[in-house]
């Protein structure tokens, strides 16, 4: 696969996440209620949908069609986003702009946001619930996506990252607090698409592995462009990070410190796959092209 081919590959899946979600908005978020505005306003203002793209890529990978695991990525998608609005909140870390727009809270109001962002879990399970795969398929899904989500997952990431502001965090403290915050989902994102391609055990395992190390290349990347960015690259506030006295990779480590962790693990996300062969050049492409991003 070539560059070329890589970026045509996953903007159409991007796109093809993007419509559905806009197709989906119409059935679970109506507009007539501003909840459904405000949710429909942050999920469909922007995004990269990488994790949408790496469940997408993984069920082509386990040898089934991208399209059967569709609406688990969205769902996915719709989780993430509720956790984008909550983590923009005064009660969390209180920024006032996502995506290069107003946050939520700040264009509809705190009551709303947090309601929008409620909407939008709840409605991540009933497309799931009501996802055109088998009921055993569906169930698994389910509950591979509350897992990620809450207090074992997701939930308790943000947990320990409230608890580091206030004291300083060692590396394997660090480590932990982003395995939860952010490699949950990213992980979710494979264990979904192999649920929906019924991916053989030695396939789902490979990619488990590979995501685990690709959620820590990807905070640790974000944490790097907090320091070397600006605000109108990113579409959102940078040099919060220092300014709160915050434990980051680069704060321990230094910016080089970070940039060769950050290489570390990349390395380690492709050994996991090179058992995979060939079908996982996208995914090889994919984690190359996360540690290099500059956004």
């Not at 999920?43 to 991208?66: F, H, M, N, T």
């Not at 698994?140 to 990620?148: E, I, Q």
């Not at 480590?175 to 989902?185: D, F, N, S, V, Y």
């Amino acid at each position: 696969m070539t560059q070329q081919e890589y970026r045509a590959c996953f903007t159409k899946w991007a796109q093809m996440s993007e419509e559905r979600l806009e197709k989906l908005c119409d059935e679970y978020l109506p507009q007539k209620a501003e909840i459904g505005q405000a949710a429909r306003y942050s999920l469909l203002g922007g995004g990269k949908r990488i994790r949408a793209v790496l469940a997408l890529s993984a069920c082509e990978l386990a040898g089934k069609p991208a399209e059967l695991a569709l609406d688990y990525a969205c769902a996915l998608e719709m989780l993430h986003c509720y956790s984008l609005i909550h983590d923009d909140m005064p009660c969390m870390d209180n920024d006032d702009f996502r995506r290069g727009r107003p946050s939520c809270h700040k264009q509809y109001g705190e009551a709303t946001a947090l309601l929008a962002a409620d909407a939008l879990v709840t409605a991540a399970f009933e497309v799931i619930a009501q996802a055109e795969l088998s009921p055993e398929s569906r169930c698994r899904a389910a509950a591979v996506l509350a897992k990620a989500g809450g207090a074992r997952g997701m939930l308790y990431g943000q947990e320990l990252d409230k608890k580091y502001e206030a004291q300083s965090a060692t590396e394997q403290q660090l480590l932990e607090l982003h395995a939860h915050k952010t490699g949950a989902l990213i992980l979710a994102a494979v264990e979904l698409g192999c649920i929906a391609a019924d991916a053989a055990p030695a396939t789902r395992q490979a990619l488990q592995r590979y995501a685990a190390e690709l959620g820590l290349v990807f905070q640790i990347v974000d944490d790097i462009l907090d320091v070397t960015s600006t605000t109108e690259e990113l579409g959102k506030p940078v040099g919060s990070d220092e300014e709160n006295d915050k434990t980051t990779f680069v704060s321990l480590y230094g910016l080089e410190g970070a940039r060769h962790l950050a290489q570390h693990h990349n390395e380690s996300a492709l050994a996991a796959l090179r058992e995979l062969g060939p079908a996982a050049d996208f995914m090889e492409r994919l984690a190359t092209d996360l540690l290099q991003r500059k956004k």
